[in-house]
T-cell receptor
Framework: AQSVTQLDSQVPVFEEAPVELRCNYS??????LFWYVQYPNQGLQLLLK??????LVKGINGFEAEFNKSQTSFHLRKPSVHISDTAEYFC????????????FGTGTRLTIIP | GAVVSQHPSWVICKSGTSVKIECRSL??????MFWYRQFPKQSLMLMAT?????????EQGVEKDKFLINHASLTLSTLTVTSAHPEDSSFYIC????????????????FGPGTRLTVT
């Protein structure tokens, strides 16, 4: 079984400032890692994913994340945020052995301050 | 590509009635569909997994007789909330996946826009 911890429930950031949203996971097996964004009253959109290879993953909208196996982390970063980045961000994991189930963290509400 | 739709986007029903939510994969065949429930300001909780032509697999604690799931074709799954009560009010999100969409590497899930259910 896996679990995902997003330590920050809310993160306020000034526009054009950098941001990091933290995600730590726990699993007894190797995992795939994902970040999703949810805008108000909408479904989830995939920002980026880590399957294998380079530990630095680049996604849409200028976001990137780094997989750190020793720290079991997959933090999301953006060097300069925009008002349109205001949304809920979810980190998720699934195992690598045919189980399609996603386990989500509790989410981080990113609020951009003009 | 890989678009998933849900209908309706929002629905209000009276307590004791049933409501059906549809999830469609518009441009691909979904071998597996998932149904999630999301409470306000909380994460998504997986309710069940359905494969075309077979019975859905429900997560622990989810009432099978209350949340009926049918995956009749490779592009359509339905969730019926039977005898709805106010505590069933929530945001229901479906997702669909197909191994082939990710080059056979893994099952990427594509999410629908969600359905807001309010039971009065």
């Amino acid at each position: 079984a896996q679990s995902v911890t997003q330590l920050d429930s809310q993160v306020p950031v000034f526009e054009e400032a950098p941001v990091e949203l933290r995600c730590n996971y726990s699993s007894s097996v190797s995992v795939y890692l994902f970040w999703y964004v949810q805008y108000p009253n909408q479904g989830l959109q995939l920002l980026l994913k880590y399957l294998s290879g380079s530990t630095l993953v680049k996604g849409i909208n200028g976001f990137e994340a780094e997989f750190n196996k020793s720290q079991t982390s997959f933090h999301l970063r953006k060097p300069s945020v925009h008002i349109s980045d205001t949304a809920e961000y979810f980190c998720a994991v699934s195992d690598r052995f045919g189980n399609e189930k996603l386990t989500f963290g509790t989410g981080t509400r990113l609020t951009i301050i003009p | 590509g890989a678009v998933v739709s849900q209908h309706p986007s929002w629905v209000i029903c009276k307590s004791g009635t049933s409501v059906k939510i549809e999830c469609r994969s518009l441009d691909f065949q979904a071998t597996t569909m998932f149904w999630y429930r999301q409470f306000p300001k909380q994460s998504l909780m997986l309710m069940a997994t359905s494969n075309e032509g077979s019975k859905a697999t429900y997560e622990q604690g989810v009432e099978k007789d209350k949340f009926l799931i049918n995956h009749a074709s490779l592009t359509l799954s339905t969730l019926t909330v039977t005898s709805a009560h106010p505590e069933d009010s929530s945001f229901y999100i479906c997702s669909a996946s197909n191994l082939g969409l990710a080059g056979g590497k893994f099952y990427e899930q594509y999410f629908g826009p969600g359905t807001r259910l309010t039971v009065t």
